[in-house]
């Protein structure tokens, strides 16, 4: 039922995939389609079974309901995010607001 496309081979951890900023933003792009698409699939069943995967970063084969793994790709992106916002702010970018009520579109 509810699964991503599993025909793509995944990178090793640390491997750069994209050469510029308008490939990885198309590709960004294309993935965020295919992850809405997806979710949409998504039922309380499903979300309820486990799945067993053999983790690239330790090896280790482990088992979780659904559910966890969902939440974890989602969250997990957080810190990613949060990892830019620092690299950037350490480059002396000013990034603006960042908190959603703060934005100028938001203020009256």
């Not at 491997?15 to 294309?30: A, G, K, M, P, Y």
Request: negative net charge.
């Amino acid at each position: 039922m509810a699964g991503l496309q599993k025909d793509i081979p995944l990178p090793m951890l640390g491997v750069d995939v994209h050469d510029n900023f308008d490939e990885l933003w198309q590709s960004r792009s294309s993935l965020d389609n295919r992850i809405c698409a997806w979710s949409s699939t998504l039922t309380a069943a499903w979300l309820e079974e486990d799945l067993s995967y053999l983790s690239k970063v330790d090896g280790i084969t482990r088992t979780l309901p659904k559910w966890v793994l969902v939440v974890h790709m989602l969250n997990h992106q957080t810190h990613h995010r949060g990892q830019i916002t620092t690299i950037l702010s350490q480059m002396g970018l000013d990034l603006g607001f960042t908190d959603i009520p703060f934005m100028p579109q938001f203020q009256s």
